[in-house]
C-alpha cells in the first residue's frame, strides 16, 4: 500500500538556521504530495503542495520539490524563525483514488532565539 | 473565512460511556473526515462521509461510529470507551473539488479513565 516516511524529531535549531524536514514516500503511481503545519494548539492546514514531477510547491519560504526519481518531497527552508516552530506532516493523495490522504507520522520542530 | 468546530477542546470520559465528538463545519463541504492523532503514529483515518448520510471506513473504525444527518455536521461516537481510544481527535472538511485541502479543526482531546 502507500505510506509516508519522515524523520524523526524533534529537530531543534537556532533562529535563520537551514531547515531540511525528509520525507519519502512509497507508492503505486504518482500521487500528489503535500506539506501540512500543525501550530501549538491548533489543527493542521495545507502549507504547500506538488502534483507531478519536477514541481516545487513554496509557501511562507517554504520549498519542496517533487522527486519522482527518489520519490521524494524535501520541505526545506533557508532561514528558520522562532514562529515556525510547529509539526510538519507530509501527506499523499491520488487523484480520482478517492479522498484519502495518507500521512507521515510528523517531525516536530524546534526554533529558539 | 473557513471555519471548522470542535464541541469540546478537552474531554474526560470514564471507560464504558458512551462519548460523543461534534464537528461542525460552514464551508459548505461535501467531504468530512474524522481522525485521531498519537505520537509516532502521525495521523489516522477513523471513518469518512462524501455526503449527507454516507459513510465509508478508515484505516482504524473498529470501536467508533458517525453520523451525518446535515451537510454541515460530523459526528464521531465512541460506544463504550475504553482507555485506548484516549488520544487527539481531528475533524476536518473539504470541497470534492479539491480533496487534498483538507481544512482541520482546533482538534478534541479525549481522555479516559
Known amino acids: ?113 | 473565512d473557513v471555519k471548522v468546530t470542535q464541541s469540546s477542546r478537552y474531554l474526560v470520559k470514564r471507560t464504558g460511556e458512551k462519548v460523543f465528538l461534534e464537528c461542525v463545519q460552514d464551508m459548505d463541504h461535501e467531504n468530512m473526515f474524522w481522525y485521531r492523532q498519537d505520537p509516532g503514529l502521525g495521523l489516522r483515518l477513523i471513518y469518512f462521509s462524501y455526503d449527507v448520510k454516507m459513510k465509508e471506513k478508515g484505516d482504524i473504525p473498529e470501536g467508533y461510529s458517525v453520523s451525518r444527518e446535515k451537510k454541515e455536521r460530523f459526528s464521531l461516537i465512541l460506544e463504550s470507551a475504553s482507555t485506548n481510544q484516549t488520544s487527539m481527535y481531528l475533524c476536518a472538511s473539504t470541497p470534492g473539488s479539491r480533496a487534498y485541502e483538507q481544512y482541520f479543526g482546533p482538534g478534541t482531546r479525549l481522555t479516559v479513565t
Not at chain 1, 494548539?41 to 514541481?55: I, R, V, Y
Not at chain 1, 517533487?66 to 507530509?90: I, M, N, P
Open chain 1, 1 to 113: 500500500g502507500n505510506s509516508v516516511t519522515q524523520m524523526e524529531g524533534p529537530v531543534t535549531l537556532s533562529e535563520e538556521a537551514f531547515l531540511t524536514i525528509n520525507c519519502t514516500y512509497t507508492a503505486t503511481g504518482y500521487p500528489s504530495l503535500f506539506w501540512y503545519v500543525q501550530y501549538p494548539g491548533e489543527g493542521l492546514q495545507l502549507l504547500l503542495k506538488a502534483t507531478k514531477a519536477d514541481d516545487k510547491g513554496s509557501n511562507k519560504g517554504f520549498e519542496a520539490t517533487y522527486r519522482k526519481e527518489t520519490t521524494s518531497f524535501h520541505l526545506e527552508k533557508g532561514s528558520v524563525q522562532v514562529s515556525d516552530s510547529a509539526v510538519y506532516f507530509c501527506a499523499l493523495i491520488f487523484t480520482g483514488g478517492g479522498n484519502k490522504l495518507t500521512f507521515g507520522t510528523g517531525t516536530q520542530l524546534k526554533v529558539e532565539l
